[in-house]
Nanobody, 122 residues
């Protein structure tokens, strides 16, 4: 099985940028769609972005469309989430997940990372 591992979180001021990485340990990511989700304190987990196995298809939540970009580097077995123009409401724990289907629903994913904290100060 594949084990996603996130990195790149931190503290940033509003308007700034961060790039999150999701690396695969164990098996390769190449056969999996990879989704990003986030959960803020007191709120339910929500979909952020997803990229297909080939990288040819992506989808974003309306709240991040135009600000966030998901990409994958097969050679490095890593998926990235570039986050620009960050807002305080983007503060959350961000997790990546691998699954067989290109999906926006968390239940469709089989393997989850432990998450990385992103904090955006105003």
């Amino acid at each position: 099985q594949v084990q996603p591992v996130e990195s790149g979180g931190g503290l940033v001021q509003a308007g700034g940028s961060l790039r999150l990485s999701c690396a695969a340990s164990g098996r390769t990511f190449s056969n999996y769609a990879v989704g990003w989700f986030r959960q803020a304190p007191g709120k339910e987990r929500e979909f952020v972005a997803v990229i297909s196995t080939s990288g040819g298809s992506t989808s974003y939540a309306d709240s991040v469309q135009g600000r966030f970009t998901v990409s994958r580097d097969s050679a490095k077995n890593t998926v990235y989430l570039q986050m620009n123009s960050l807002k305080p409401e983007d503060t959350a724990v961000y997790s990546c997940a691998a699954g067989r289907f290109f999906a926006v629903v968390a239940g469709s994913y089989d393997y989850w990372g432990q998450g990385t904290q992103v904090t955006v100060s105003s």
